[in-house]
């Protein structure tokens, strides 16, 4: 299966950051959003995206949010989401499980941190590479 990632972070310095990760992993194919509300349009408009990559704190609609509405809809409720964050509380790492996010990083990350969850996660879904 080829992954197309959604990158969903209000910073367009993240959102490039998290973009060359993911080239330096072998992904090329991703689309960027810059909240929750452009992301679930982009998530409407395009049935090839299946991995979803989001910040929590942003306009709009939070990635919290973003997940919630993911996890809600039929056509997208399967998709895996991984968080890339800056909030390591654990009651907010909790919130996140309970909205059922896949994984979750806490910013900084390093490319090898974020392979390592997206295998995780790809794992945990029965995807194979």
């Given at each position: ?45 395009d ?9 929590w ?73």
């Amino acid at each position: 299966m080829s992954l197309k990632f959604l990158i969903v972070d209000d910073s367009q310095t993240m959102r490039r950051i998290v973009a060359n990760s993911l080239k330096n992993l072998g992904y090329e194919e991703f689309v960027e959003a810059s909240d929750g509300k452009d992301a679930l349009i982009k998530l409407a408009a395009d049935d090839g995206l299946n991995f979803v990559i989001t910040d929590w704190n942003m306009p709009v609609l939070s990635g919290l949010e973003l997940i919630k509405a993911i996890r809600a809809d039929e056509k997208m409720g399967k998709i895996p989401v991984l968080m890339v964050t800056t909030r390591g509380v654990k009651d907010d790492i909790i919130e996140a499980l309970k909205a059922k996010v896949n994984n979750y990083v806490v910013k900084p990350f390093t490319p090898a941190i974020l392979r390592e969850k997206i295998d995780q996660i790809l794992a945990s879904n029965g995807g194979s590479n």
